[in-house]
C-alpha cells in the first residue's frame, strides 16, 4: 500500500511539473525576449503559400481556361471576375467569423492557418484539372473551385499576417519579421513562375506561328503536347511547397496569447460600429490612401510591362529576360531598404521610394524603340524601386494597430489588417480594369500578331503618366500621416512599460499561487467517477488517479 501510495504521489509530482510547462506554453502572456533568426525565418516561410498559389492563378489562369478548357473570351472573363469578387467580399465576410474564434492551446491564428490550407490545397488542384463536361457545367466547375481556393487563401493571409501581432509587441521585432515575410513574397514570386513555367513547358510546346497572344503570358503561345498533365503536376508540386512552408510556420512559430491591452480582439459592438471606428481613425485612413494610391501604381506597370516591352518598345525577343531581372532587383533590394528603413524612417524613406518611381515611371515615357542598353538599367531600377510600395506600407500597419490600442484602448489588430487588405485588393482590381479598359479604348486586337500604333501609345501611358500621378498623390497622404519618429518612439516606451508591468503583475501572482500538496487525503481515498480526474490550483494543474 505504500508503495502504490509512493508511485500515486511521484506521478502526480511528474504531471504535476508537466501541466505547469504545458500551461506556460498555451497560457504566455507577453513576450519579452527578442524573437529569433529562427523564428523570423518560419513565420516568413508561411509568406509561400499565401503567394505561390495566388500569383500562378494570377498569372496563368487566362490562357489555361482559354487554350487548355476551350472556354470561350467571355465564359472565362465569367469565372475569373466572379471569383475575383468572392476574393474581395472574403475579407469583410471573415472578420466576424474570425474574431469569433476562441483562442485553443494550439494558437488561434495557426489553427486558422492549417485548416485553410486544408481546403485550399484540394480546391487549387482542382481548379487546375480538365473535367469531361459541357462548357456550362466547366464555367461552374471552375467559378466554384477558384471561389472556394480564393476565400480560405484570404483566410490563410489575414490570419499569417495577423500572427505577427501575436508573436512579439515589439516594433523594431515586427519590422524585422516584415523585412524577412517581404524578401520570402519576391523569392516566391520568382520561385512560381520558375516552377509553373518549367513544368509546363516540359509537357507543352511553343510554336511561335501561332502567334496566340495572351495579356496575362504576354507570350506567343500554343500548347500542342499534354497541356492537362503539365497543369496538374505543377499545382500537385506547388502545392508540396506550399505545405512544407505551412508546417513551418505552425511548427516554428510561438503564438502569444497575452497583450498589454486588456481587451481582446473581439467586437464588443457591432461590426460596423467597429469598422468605422477603425476606418475614421486618421492614422489608418492615411495609411489607406498612400498604401492604395502606390500599390495601384505598381500593380498597372506590372500587369502593362509585358506588352510594353512588345508592342512599346520593340524588345519581344528579351521579354523573359527582362521580367527576370525585374524580379531579381526588386529581390535584392529588399535588404537595402529594411537598412534605409533603420536609419531615417519609415516615412523618408517610403518617399524617396515614391519620388523614385515618379522619376523611373516619366522616363519609361521616352525610353527609345529598341534600345535594350537604356531599357534595362531603368528595369532594373523600377524593379528596385516598387520595393517600397510593395513593403514599407505593411510595417506601418503594425504601428496603426499599435497606436490604435494605446489611442482608443482597445485591440484590432485582426480588423486593422484586413481591412487594409481588403482595400489593397480593391487597388489591385481596380489597376486590373484600368489597364483593360485603356487597352480596349487604345485599339487593342486580341489574337493577332500586330497591334496599332495606338496600343503602343498607350501602354507607355500605363507605364509612365498614370502611375506617376498616382505615385505623385500618395505623396500628399504621407505627408498628413501622424506616425512619425517621436510618435513612434513615445508608442513604444508606453507599450514596453505595459509590457513590464504586465510581467511584474503576472509574476506576483504565480509566486502567490497555492501549491499543490503531496498530503492531499484525497488521493487517499477511493474514486468512484473514473480513473482521471483533474483539478485546478490557480495557473498550476495537479492530478488524481484511482487507486487500483
Aim: with cysteine; glycine share 8%; net charge positive.
Amino acid at each position: 500500500m505504500k508503495y502504490n501510495r509512493l508511485c500515486n504521489h511521484g506521478v502526480t509530482l511528474i504531471l504535476t511539473a508537466a501541466g505547469i510547462f504545458i500551461q506556460s506554453y498555451k497560457m504566455s502572456a507577453v513576450r519579452v525576449e527578442p524573437l529569433s533568426t529562427r523564428e523570423k525565418l518560419c513565420y516568413a516561410a508561411g509568406e509561400f503559400s499565401g503567394v505561390m498559389t495566388y500569383d500562378v492563378l494570377s498569372l496563368y489562369a487566362n490562357i489555361f481556361l482559354l487554350e487548355v478548357v476551350k472556354l470561350t473570351p467571355l465564359a472565362a472573363t465569367a469565372v475569373i471576375f466572379g471569383s475575383r469578387v468572392w476574393d474581395v467580399l472574403a475579407y469583410p465576410l471573415l472578420i466576424p467569423v474570425l474574431n469569433a474564434t476562441r483562442p485553443n492551446k494550439w494558437g488561434k491564428h495557426k489553427t486558422w492557418m492549417v485548416a485553410s490550407t486544408l481546403i485550399v490545397i484540394p480546391s487549387y488542384v482542382l481548379g487546375w484539372y480538365v473535367p469531361g463536361i459541357d462548357s456550362g457545367g466547366k464555367v461552374a466547375w471552375y467559378l466554384i473551385f477558384y471561389s472556394v481556393f480564393l476565400v480560405f487563401q484570404t483566410a490563410y493571409t489575414i490570419t499569417h499576417r495577423t500572427l505577427l501581432m501575436y508573436m512579439t509587441e515589439v516594433p523594431a521585432e515586427r519590422d524585422s519579421a516584415t523585412t524577412y515575410r517581404v524578401l520570402c513574397h519576391m523569392l516566391s514570386n520568382l520561385l512560381a513562375i520558375v516552377v509553373h513555367g518549367q513544368i509546363v513547358a516540359a509537357f507543352g510546346t511553343t510554336e511561335s506561328a501561332s502567334c496566340v497572344n495572351s495579356t496575362i503570358s504576354n507570350t506567343s503561345t500554343a500548347i500542342t503536347a499534354d497541356p492537362e498533365t503539365g497543369y496538374l503536376v505543377s499545382a500537385g508540386t506547388t502545392a508540396a511547397i506550399i505545405t512544407i512552408a505551412v508546417c513551418a510556420t505552425v511548427f516554428g512559430v510561438k503564438e502569444y496569447t497575452g497583450s498589454t491591452v486588456t481587451d481582446d480582439d473581439t467586437s464588443r459592438g457591432t461590426l460596423l460600429k467597429d469598422i468605422w471606428e477603425v476606418c475614421t481613425f486618421r492614422p489608418f485612413a492615411d495609411l489607406v490612401g498612400l498604401g492604395m494610391l502606390s500599390i495601384f501604381g505598381t500593380i498597372l506597370q506590372q500587369w502593362s510591362i509585358a506588352l510594353a516591352i512588345q508592342y512599346a518598345y520593340g524588345l519581344e525577343d528579351q521579354l523573359q529576360n527582362l521580367l527576370l531581372a525585374l524580379l531579381v532587383a526588386s529581390v535584392l533590394s529588399v535588404p537595402v531598404a529594411a537598412l534605409l528603413l533603420n536609419r531615417f524612417g519609415k516615412k523618408l524613406v517610403l518617399a524617396g521610394y515614391a519620388l523614385l518611381m515618379i522619376g523611373v515611371s516619366v522616363g519609361l515615357m521616352y525610353v527609345p524603340t529598341r534600345r535594350l542598353d537604356v531599357f534595362l538599367p531603368v528595369v532594373c531600377l523600377g524593379g528596385a524601386g516598387i520595393t517600397g510600395p510593395n513593403y514599407i506600407p505593411w510595417t506601418m500597419v503594425t504601428d496603426v494597430a499599435d497606436d490604435f490600442k494605446i489611442q482608443k484602448g482597445k485591440r484590432r489588430d485582426m480588423l486593422v489588417q484586413t481591412l487594409y487588405q481588403t482595400l489593397y485588393i480593391a487597388a489591385v482590381m481596380l489597376a486590373s480594369v484600368t489597364s483593360i479598359v485603356a487597352l480596349e479604348i487604345g485599339g487593342y486586337r486580341t489574337g493577332s500578331c500586330t497591334q496599332p500604333d495606338s496600343v503602343a501609345f498607350t501602354t507607355r501611358l500605363l507605364m509612365s503618366f498614370i502611375p506617376a500621378g498616382a505615385y505623385l498623390l500618395s505623396l500628399v497622404f504621407l505627408w498628413r500621416y501622424q506616425l512619425t519618429g517621436d510618435r513612434l518612439a513615445a508608442n513604444k516606451a508606453v507599450l514596453e512599460e505595459r509590457r513590464t508591468q504586465q510581467s511584474s503583475d503576472s509574476g506576483n501572482t504565480d509566486k502567490a499561487a497555492p501549491q499543490p500538496s503531496l498530503a492531499m487525503k484525497s488521493h487517499d481515498l477511493p474514486d468512484t467517477r473514473g480513473p482521471v480526474q483533474l483539478t485546478h490550483f490557480g495557473p498550476y494543474g495537479s492530478f488524481r488517479f484511482k487507486h487500483p
